[in-house]
């Protein structure tokens, strides 16, 4: 058998150089692909985790305020109680939609009050359900700065804890105290911002109401 001809031989060496070469880019790219996608979804996943916790907090402090509320009430003039709740237009640079509901509770049980939040721009949401003596007005509202008041929303003749957009205290300047937190009179009335110690607040509307 004779040998193949230097020059086919070359040749061969050239193919086998330029597939190996091939090869070497395709796994290359396939193995950068790869890592950047599941680099990408490590962050994605890490965004979700992050929007979900501070949506979680902030579920949390309307739905103390919502509570505040419903306790005031329960020991002085419903009709004068604004309770503030400080919450940022955006959370993890997305808009947010709050959502306030009521539970199916059996006949006798206690209400309770959903607070519900949820991302604009992921499939993200967090909710708290918590009691109250008080039926809460079911709304959406888009999130930001929340002021909670007790008045008849549906003409049953009795006062819902309504969740709004109104200013905390439209005929006085509240004042910030030492714990940060905001408090201001106006017609005999009370009301008070999210942000304070929850061990003190009762004094205060004894005071104040």
Do not use: C, W
Not at 66 to 81: E, T, Y
Not at 123 to 135: E, K, L, N, Q
């Amino acid at each position: 058998m004779r040998e193949a001809p230097d020059g086919f031989a070359d040749a061969d060496r050239a193919v086998s150089t330029a597939i190996g070469y091939v090869l070497t880019l395709t796994i290359s790219a396939m193995l950068v692909s790869g890592l950047l996608f599941a680099g990408g979804q490590y962050v994605d996943d890490e965004r979700e985790q992050v929007t979900r916790g501070e949506l979680a907090t902030l579920a949390e402090q309307l739905a103390a305020s919502l509570a505040d509320a419903d306790r005031m009430a329960a020991s002085g003039d419903a009709d004068a109680i604004r309770v503030a709740a400080e919450l940022p237009t955006r959370v993890a640079g997305n808009t947010y939609l709050v959502a306030v509901s009521n539970e199916a509770t059996p006949s006798g049980q206690p209400n309770r009050t959903v607070v519900t939040l949820t991302s604009s721009g992921l499939d993200v949401s967090a909710s708290v359900t918590f009691p109250t003596t008080r039926d809460a007005a079911p709304g959406e509202l888009s999130g930001g700065p929340l002021v909670v008041v007790v008045r008849d929303a549906d003409g049953d003749g009795k006062g819902e804890l309504v969740t709004t957009t109104e200013p905390l205290s439209p005929d006085s300047t509240a004042s910030l105290d030492g714990d940060g937190a905001a408090f201001a009179t106006f017609e005999g009335g009370y009301t008070a911002s999210a942000h304070r110690d929850a061990r003190t607040e009762p004094n205060r509307a004894r005071d104040t109401i």
